[in-house]
Protein backbone atom coordinates (compact mmCIF):
# COMPACT_ATOMS: atom_id res chain seq x y z
CA UNK A 1 0.00 0.00 0.00
CA UNK A 2 3.37 2.26 0.66
CA UNK A 3 3.63 2.43 -3.59
CA UNK A 4 -0.14 3.19 -3.84
CA UNK A 5 0.15 5.89 -1.71
CA UNK A 6 3.14 7.24 -2.93
CA UNK A 7 1.46 7.11 -6.62
CA UNK A 8 -1.59 8.17 -5.40
CA UNK A 9 0.30 11.09 -4.01
CA UNK A 10 2.79 11.93 -6.74
CA UNK A 11 -0.94 11.93 -9.31
CA UNK A 12 -2.38 14.28 -6.92
CA UNK A 13 0.74 16.98 -6.68
CA UNK A 14 0.78 16.58 -10.13
CA UNK A 15 -2.70 17.13 -10.58
CA UNK A 16 -2.38 20.67 -7.95
CA UNK A 17 0.41 21.84 -10.07
CA UNK A 18 -1.93 21.30 -13.42
CA UNK A 19 -4.62 23.05 -11.65
CA UNK A 20 -2.84 26.28 -11.15
CA UNK A 21 -3.31 26.74 -14.97
CA UNK A 22 -6.92 27.28 -14.64
CA UNK A 23 -7.73 31.01 -14.34
CA UNK A 24 -7.91 32.45 -10.48
CA UNK A 25 -11.67 33.35 -10.96
CA UNK A 26 -12.18 28.90 -10.86
CA UNK A 27 -9.42 28.55 -8.87
CA UNK A 28 -10.67 30.27 -6.02
CA UNK A 29 -14.24 28.62 -6.13
CA UNK A 30 -12.82 25.19 -6.85
CA UNK A 31 -9.17 24.12 -6.59
CA UNK A 32 -9.38 22.69 -3.39
CA UNK A 33 -12.47 20.42 -4.36
CA UNK A 34 -11.46 19.64 -7.40
CA UNK A 35 -8.07 18.51 -6.09
CA UNK A 36 -9.97 16.53 -3.28
CA UNK A 37 -11.96 15.42 -5.89
CA UNK A 38 -9.35 13.82 -8.42
CA UNK A 39 -7.20 12.67 -4.97
CA UNK A 40 -10.43 10.34 -4.58
CA UNK A 41 -10.83 9.33 -7.88
CA UNK A 42 -7.03 8.30 -7.73
CA UNK A 43 -7.34 6.02 -4.31
CA UNK A 44 -10.89 4.80 -5.56
CA UNK A 45 -9.61 3.74 -8.66
CA UNK A 46 -6.12 2.13 -7.55
CA UNK A 47 -8.33 0.25 -4.69
CA UNK A 48 -10.69 -1.40 -7.51
CA UNK A 49 -8.38 -2.57 -10.29
CA UNK A 50 -4.65 -1.23 -9.57
CA UNK A 51 -2.48 0.32 -12.02
CA UNK A 52 -4.57 0.12 -15.15
CA UNK A 53 -7.23 1.70 -13.45
CA UNK A 54 -5.23 4.55 -11.90
CA UNK A 55 -3.82 4.85 -15.80
CA UNK A 56 -7.17 5.16 -16.89
CA UNK A 57 -8.20 7.97 -14.74
CA UNK A 58 -5.13 9.80 -15.47
CA UNK A 59 -6.09 9.28 -19.50
CA UNK A 60 -9.60 10.53 -18.93
CA UNK A 61 -8.11 13.44 -16.82
CA UNK A 62 -5.73 14.73 -18.96
CA UNK A 63 -8.06 15.51 -21.61
CA UNK A 64 -11.08 16.36 -19.73
CA UNK A 65 -8.14 18.81 -18.39
CA UNK A 66 -7.23 20.05 -21.59
CA UNK A 67 -10.64 20.48 -22.82
CA UNK A 68 -12.14 22.38 -19.37
CA UNK A 69 -8.51 24.48 -19.33
CA UNK A 70 -9.23 25.86 -22.64
CA UNK A 71 -13.17 26.60 -21.54
CA UNK A 72 -12.19 28.64 -18.20
CA UNK A 73 -9.60 30.55 -19.74
CA UNK A 74 -12.00 31.46 -22.67
CA UNK A 75 -15.20 31.83 -20.23
CA UNK A 76 -12.74 34.21 -17.85
CA UNK A 77 -11.75 35.92 -21.04
CA UNK A 78 -15.34 36.79 -22.00
CA UNK A 79 -16.54 37.42 -18.74
CA UNK A 80 -13.78 40.23 -18.08
CA UNK A 81 -14.59 41.61 -21.90
CA UNK A 82 -18.10 41.96 -21.29
CA UNK A 83 -17.13 43.79 -17.63
CA UNK A 84 -15.12 46.27 -19.52
CA UNK A 85 -17.95 46.48 -22.16
CA UNK A 86 -20.22 47.07 -19.38
CA UNK A 87 -18.11 49.81 -18.13
CA UNK A 88 -17.43 51.74 -21.91
CA UNK A 89 -21.53 51.72 -22.02
CA UNK A 90 -21.96 53.28 -18.89
CA UNK A 91 -19.23 56.11 -19.87
CA UNK A 92 -21.89 56.20 -22.66
CA UNK A 93 -24.89 56.45 -21.11
CA UNK A 94 -23.80 59.04 -18.64
CA UNK A 95 -23.04 61.38 -21.66
CA UNK A 96 -25.77 63.92 -21.78
CA UNK A 97 -28.17 62.73 -25.02
CA UNK A 98 -28.86 65.97 -25.54
CA UNK A 99 -25.39 66.70 -26.68
CA UNK A 100 -25.29 64.19 -28.75
CA UNK A 101 -28.40 65.08 -30.31
CA UNK A 102 -27.16 68.47 -30.84
CA UNK A 103 -24.17 67.34 -32.95
CA UNK A 104 -26.07 64.78 -35.01
CA UNK A 105 -28.44 67.67 -35.71
CA UNK A 106 -25.43 69.62 -36.38
CA UNK A 107 -23.50 67.10 -38.88
CA UNK A 108 -27.15 65.51 -40.29
CA UNK A 109 -27.89 69.04 -41.49
CA UNK A 110 -24.72 70.55 -42.39
CA UNK A 111 -24.49 66.80 -44.56
CA UNK A 112 -27.75 67.58 -45.92
CA UNK A 113 -26.85 70.88 -46.80
CA UNK A 114 -22.99 70.24 -48.10
CA UNK A 115 -24.29 67.46 -50.19
CA UNK A 116 -27.78 68.08 -51.64
CA UNK A 117 -28.42 71.43 -51.32
CA UNK A 118 -24.83 73.23 -51.51
CA UNK A 119 -24.84 75.39 -54.98
CA UNK A 120 -22.75 72.90 -56.76
CA UNK A 121 -24.58 69.85 -54.59
CA UNK A 122 -26.27 66.83 -56.38
CA UNK A 123 -29.55 68.30 -55.97
CA UNK A 124 -29.10 71.83 -56.30
CA UNK A 125 -26.89 71.94 -58.74
CA UNK A 126 -29.00 71.24 -61.86
CA UNK A 127 -31.12 74.32 -60.95
CA UNK A 128 -28.82 77.17 -60.70
CA UNK A 129 -29.69 79.88 -62.02
CA UNK A 130 -28.25 82.50 -59.48
CA UNK A 131 -26.32 84.98 -61.84
CA UNK A 132 -23.05 86.53 -60.31
CA UNK A 133 -23.36 90.46 -59.76
CA UNK A 134 -19.77 91.94 -60.42
CA UNK A 135 -19.43 93.73 -57.34
CA UNK A 136 -17.09 96.12 -59.24
CA UNK A 137 -19.75 97.23 -62.04
CA UNK A 138 -21.01 100.28 -59.94
CA UNK A 139 -17.85 101.04 -58.25
CA UNK A 140 -14.99 101.38 -61.17
CA UNK A 141 -17.06 101.24 -63.97
CA UNK A 142 -14.39 101.39 -66.40
CA UNK A 143 -12.67 97.86 -64.96
CA UNK A 144 -14.26 94.56 -65.09
CA UNK A 145 -13.02 91.10 -63.78
CA UNK A 146 -13.21 87.86 -65.68
CA UNK A 147 -13.17 84.77 -63.98
CA UNK A 148 -12.71 82.35 -66.02
CA UNK A 149 -12.85 78.60 -66.02
CA UNK A 150 -11.47 75.80 -68.23
CA UNK A 151 -14.91 75.27 -69.30
CA UNK A 152 -16.92 76.80 -71.72
CA UNK A 153 -18.50 79.10 -69.23
CA UNK A 154 -17.18 82.28 -67.61
CA UNK A 155 -17.68 83.23 -64.15
CA UNK A 156 -16.58 86.26 -62.58
CA UNK A 157 -15.26 87.03 -59.59
CA UNK A 158 -13.44 90.10 -57.69
CA UNK A 159 -12.66 91.69 -54.52
CA UNK A 160 -13.85 95.08 -53.77
CA UNK A 161 -11.36 97.43 -53.40
CA UNK A 162 -8.15 95.66 -55.35
CA UNK A 163 -7.02 96.82 -58.21
CA UNK A 164 -7.81 94.62 -61.59
CA UNK A 165 -6.27 94.52 -64.85
CA UNK A 166 -8.83 93.99 -67.73
CA UNK A 167 -8.44 92.87 -71.12
CA UNK A 168 -10.86 92.23 -74.04
CA UNK A 169 -12.74 89.65 -73.97
CA UNK A 170 -11.31 88.40 -77.47
CA UNK A 171 -7.97 87.96 -75.73
CA UNK A 172 -8.79 85.44 -73.56
CA UNK A 173 -8.78 81.49 -74.61
CA UNK A 174 -11.58 79.39 -72.50
CA UNK A 175 -11.49 75.64 -73.27
CA UNK A 176 -7.52 75.43 -72.66
CA UNK A 177 -5.37 74.56 -70.29
CA UNK A 178 -5.48 77.85 -69.02
CA UNK A 179 -6.83 81.01 -69.48
CA UNK A 180 -4.62 83.78 -70.97
CA UNK A 181 -4.37 86.51 -73.20
CA UNK A 182 -3.33 85.51 -77.11
CA UNK A 183 0.31 86.02 -78.17
CA UNK A 184 -1.51 88.60 -80.52
CA UNK A 185 -2.20 91.01 -77.71
CA UNK A 186 0.89 92.80 -77.07
CA UNK A 187 -0.36 95.05 -74.99
CA UNK A 188 -0.65 92.00 -72.47
CA UNK A 189 2.72 91.81 -70.82
CA UNK A 190 4.04 88.41 -71.09
CA UNK A 191 5.00 89.13 -67.30
CA UNK A 192 1.26 89.22 -66.39
CA UNK A 193 0.30 85.72 -68.64
CA UNK A 194 3.33 84.12 -66.64
CA UNK A 195 2.24 85.13 -63.02
CA UNK A 196 -1.07 84.09 -63.77
CA UNK A 197 -0.44 80.65 -65.36
CA UNK A 198 2.31 80.16 -62.14
CA UNK A 199 -0.42 81.28 -59.79
CA UNK A 200 -3.31 79.16 -60.97
CA UNK A 201 -2.83 75.85 -62.79
CA UNK A 202 -6.08 75.41 -64.27
CA UNK A 203 -8.00 72.31 -64.43
CA UNK A 204 -11.65 71.68 -65.34
CA UNK A 205 -13.60 73.32 -62.70
CA UNK A 206 -11.19 75.34 -61.57
CA UNK A 207 -12.28 79.33 -60.31
CA UNK A 208 -9.77 81.97 -60.50
CA UNK A 209 -9.95 85.73 -60.20
CA UNK A 210 -7.45 87.11 -63.27
CA UNK A 211 -7.04 90.84 -62.96
CA UNK A 212 -7.36 92.52 -66.29
CA UNK A 213 -5.90 95.87 -67.19
CA UNK A 214 -7.62 98.37 -69.31
CA UNK A 215 -5.22 98.51 -72.11
CA UNK A 216 -6.98 99.73 -74.75
CA UNK A 217 -8.52 102.64 -73.37
CA UNK A 218 -12.33 103.74 -71.54
CA UNK A 219 -15.31 102.57 -73.34
CA UNK A 220 -13.36 99.39 -75.01
CA UNK A 221 -13.94 97.13 -71.98
CA UNK A 222 -15.96 93.94 -72.55
CA UNK A 223 -17.55 93.01 -69.90
CA UNK A 224 -18.81 89.00 -69.53
CA UNK A 225 -22.20 89.70 -68.18
CA UNK A 226 -23.96 87.65 -66.54
CA UNK A 227 -22.07 84.55 -65.50
CA UNK A 228 -23.84 81.75 -63.61
CA UNK A 229 -22.61 81.40 -60.64
CA UNK A 230 -21.66 77.27 -59.94
CA UNK A 231 -20.39 76.91 -63.37
CA UNK A 232 -20.81 73.37 -64.91
CA UNK A 233 -19.78 70.90 -62.67
CA UNK A 234 -20.39 69.52 -59.11
CA UNK A 235 -18.69 70.46 -56.41
CA UNK A 236 -17.04 66.85 -55.49
CA UNK A 237 -15.59 67.58 -52.35
CA UNK A 238 -18.08 69.33 -50.82
CA UNK A 239 -20.59 66.59 -51.76
CA UNK A 240 -17.70 64.33 -50.20
CA UNK A 241 -17.84 66.08 -47.09
CA UNK A 242 -21.71 66.36 -47.16
CA UNK A 243 -21.94 62.60 -47.25
CA UNK A 244 -19.18 62.43 -44.42
CA UNK A 245 -21.10 64.66 -42.42
CA UNK A 246 -24.23 62.81 -42.86
CA UNK A 247 -22.86 59.58 -41.99
CA UNK A 248 -21.30 61.10 -39.16
CA UNK A 249 -24.91 62.34 -38.27
CA UNK A 250 -26.60 59.30 -39.03
CA UNK A 251 -23.65 57.34 -36.50
CA UNK A 252 -24.43 60.09 -33.41
CA UNK A 253 -28.54 59.32 -34.12
CA UNK A 254 -28.23 55.87 -33.40
CA UNK A 255 -25.63 56.49 -30.60
CA UNK A 256 -28.18 59.05 -29.23
CA UNK A 257 -30.86 55.65 -28.94
CA UNK A 258 -27.90 53.80 -27.85
CA UNK A 259 -27.10 55.99 -24.55
CA UNK A 260 -30.89 56.71 -23.94
CA UNK A 261 -31.20 52.97 -24.25
CA UNK A 262 -28.62 52.44 -22.03
CA UNK A 263 -29.25 55.06 -19.25
CA UNK A 264 -32.28 53.10 -18.83
CA UNK A 265 -31.04 50.11 -18.53
CA UNK A 266 -27.93 50.23 -16.56
CA UNK A 267 -29.26 53.00 -14.18
CA UNK A 268 -27.85 50.97 -11.18
CA UNK A 269 -23.84 50.14 -11.08
CA UNK A 270 -22.90 46.33 -11.47
CA UNK A 271 -21.97 44.87 -8.14
CA UNK A 272 -19.52 42.11 -8.56
CA UNK A 273 -20.63 38.65 -7.27
CA UNK B 1 -39.04 25.04 -23.64
CA UNK B 2 -37.14 27.09 -21.11
CA UNK B 3 -33.81 29.48 -21.92
CA UNK B 4 -31.34 26.29 -20.68
CA UNK B 5 -32.81 23.94 -23.19
CA UNK B 6 -31.64 22.20 -24.64
CA UNK B 7 -28.93 21.46 -21.84
CA UNK B 8 -25.92 20.32 -22.67
CA UNK B 9 -25.59 16.10 -22.40
CA UNK B 10 -23.27 16.99 -18.65
CA UNK B 11 -25.66 19.55 -17.37
CA UNK B 12 -28.21 17.34 -17.91
CA UNK B 13 -26.64 13.95 -15.90
CA UNK B 14 -25.90 16.42 -13.59
CA UNK B 15 -29.33 17.61 -13.19
CA UNK B 16 -30.91 13.75 -13.13
CA UNK B 17 -28.08 13.53 -10.28
CA UNK B 18 -29.30 15.95 -8.06
CA UNK B 19 -32.99 15.44 -8.85
CA UNK B 20 -33.29 13.10 -6.03
CA UNK B 21 -31.01 14.29 -3.37
CA UNK B 22 -27.94 16.69 -2.31
CA UNK B 23 -24.75 15.47 -3.96
CA UNK B 24 -21.23 16.30 -3.62
CA UNK B 25 -19.08 16.45 -7.13
CA UNK B 26 -17.81 13.32 -6.35
CA UNK B 27 -21.08 11.53 -5.78
CA UNK B 28 -22.83 13.27 -8.72
CA UNK B 29 -19.32 12.03 -11.07
CA UNK B 30 -20.06 8.66 -9.07
CA UNK B 31 -24.00 8.81 -9.77
CA UNK B 32 -23.63 9.83 -13.17
CA UNK B 33 -21.34 6.83 -14.56
CA UNK B 34 -23.62 4.08 -12.45
CA UNK B 35 -26.46 5.28 -14.01
CA UNK B 36 -25.23 5.26 -17.29
CA UNK B 37 -23.33 2.15 -16.50
CA UNK B 38 -19.92 4.05 -17.25
CA UNK B 39 -20.87 4.99 -20.65
CA UNK B 40 -20.49 8.62 -19.47
CA UNK B 41 -17.94 9.92 -16.90
CA UNK B 42 -17.19 13.72 -15.83
CA UNK B 43 -14.24 14.54 -15.47
CA UNK B 44 -13.16 16.99 -12.46
CA UNK B 45 -13.05 19.79 -15.03
CA UNK B 46 -15.89 19.27 -16.78
CA UNK B 47 -17.79 18.40 -13.84
CA UNK B 48 -16.80 21.94 -12.04
CA UNK B 49 -16.95 23.83 -15.06
CA UNK B 50 -20.55 22.87 -15.91
CA UNK B 51 -21.54 23.09 -11.73
CA UNK B 52 -20.47 26.78 -11.99
CA UNK B 53 -22.19 27.79 -14.94
CA UNK B 54 -25.05 25.58 -14.08
CA UNK B 55 -24.76 27.64 -10.27
CA UNK B 56 -24.38 30.83 -12.44
CA UNK B 57 -27.75 30.17 -13.95
CA UNK B 58 -29.57 29.57 -11.33
CA UNK B 59 -30.33 25.87 -12.25
CA UNK B 60 -28.28 24.88 -9.01
CA UNK B 61 -27.00 26.48 -5.91
CA UNK B 62 -24.94 24.92 -2.84
CA UNK B 63 -26.78 22.92 0.14
CA UNK B 64 -27.09 25.13 3.00
CA UNK B 65 -26.60 22.10 5.28
CA UNK B 66 -24.16 19.98 4.11
CA UNK B 67 -24.51 16.14 4.79
CA UNK B 68 -22.00 15.38 7.48
CA UNK B 69 -20.66 11.92 7.30
CA UNK B 70 -18.03 10.39 8.78
CA UNK B 71 -15.70 10.36 5.81
CA UNK B 72 -16.31 13.86 5.15
CA UNK B 73 -13.65 16.38 4.05
CA UNK B 74 -14.83 20.17 5.30
CA UNK B 75 -13.26 20.24 1.15
CA UNK B 76 -16.79 18.76 -0.11
CA UNK B 77 -19.69 20.95 -1.00
CA UNK B 78 -22.78 19.49 -1.56
CA UNK B 79 -25.29 20.79 -4.76
CA UNK B 80 -29.06 20.80 -4.85
CA UNK B 81 -31.43 21.65 -7.60
CA UNK B 82 -32.98 25.20 -7.32
CA UNK B 83 -36.65 25.06 -8.47
CA UNK B 84 -35.54 26.74 -12.26
CA UNK B 85 -33.28 23.33 -12.08
CA UNK B 86 -36.14 21.11 -11.47
CA UNK B 87 -38.04 22.50 -14.33
CA UNK B 88 -35.10 22.70 -17.18
CA UNK B 89 -34.38 18.83 -15.91
CA UNK B 90 -38.46 18.39 -16.73
CA UNK B 91 -38.00 20.05 -19.93
CA UNK B 92 -35.44 18.57 -21.18
CA UNK B 93 -36.48 15.01 -20.25
CA UNK B 94 -39.95 16.12 -22.23
CA UNK B 95 -37.58 17.24 -25.24
CA UNK B 96 -36.04 14.30 -25.24
CA UNK B 97 -38.80 12.02 -24.97
CA UNK B 98 -40.42 13.85 -27.76
CA UNK B 99 -37.06 13.33 -29.78
CA UNK B 100 -37.31 9.46 -29.47
CA UNK B 101 -40.81 9.47 -30.05
CA UNK B 102 -39.82 11.29 -33.58
CA UNK B 103 -37.25 8.99 -34.20
CA UNK B 104 -39.75 5.63 -33.76
CA UNK B 105 -42.37 7.32 -35.89
CA UNK B 106 -39.35 7.23 -38.34
CA UNK B 107 -38.56 3.36 -37.70
CA UNK B 108 -35.38 4.96 -36.69
CA UNK B 109 -35.21 3.13 -33.15
CA UNK B 110 -37.79 0.43 -32.29
CA UNK B 111 -41.43 1.24 -30.85
CA UNK B 112 -39.84 -0.77 -27.29
CA UNK B 113 -37.00 -0.08 -26.27
Given amino acids: MAQSDWLIDLSQRLYETAVKLYPAPFRADYEAEIIWLFNRMCQDAFAQAGYPALAAVWLRTISDFAFSLCEQHWQTWRSDTMENDTK ?13 GLLAILALGWGIFALGFHRN ?15 LDSEVPEFTVYRATADEETVCSAVPGEAYTAVPRSNIQSGQSGVRPTPSSPDIPQLSWHTLKDNYQMNRGDIFCYKIELITGAGSVEKLIPNKIGASFYD ?12 MGLGLVILARQTLRLAGRIAEPVTAT | MNQYNPLSPAQFQILLALADEERHGYGIMQEVAERSSGKMRLGPGTLYGNIKKMMAAGLIEESDKPVVLED ?3 RRRYYRLTDQGQKAAVDEARRLADAVRDAQLKNLIPRTI
Avoid at chain 1, 88 to 100: C, F, H, K, Y
Fill in chain 1, 88 to 100: LLRLIASINVSVI
Fill in chain 1, 121 to 135: GLLARPFTTVHWSHP
Fill in chain 1, 236 to 247: WNMIAFGFVSLI
Fill in chain 2, 72 to 74: DDP
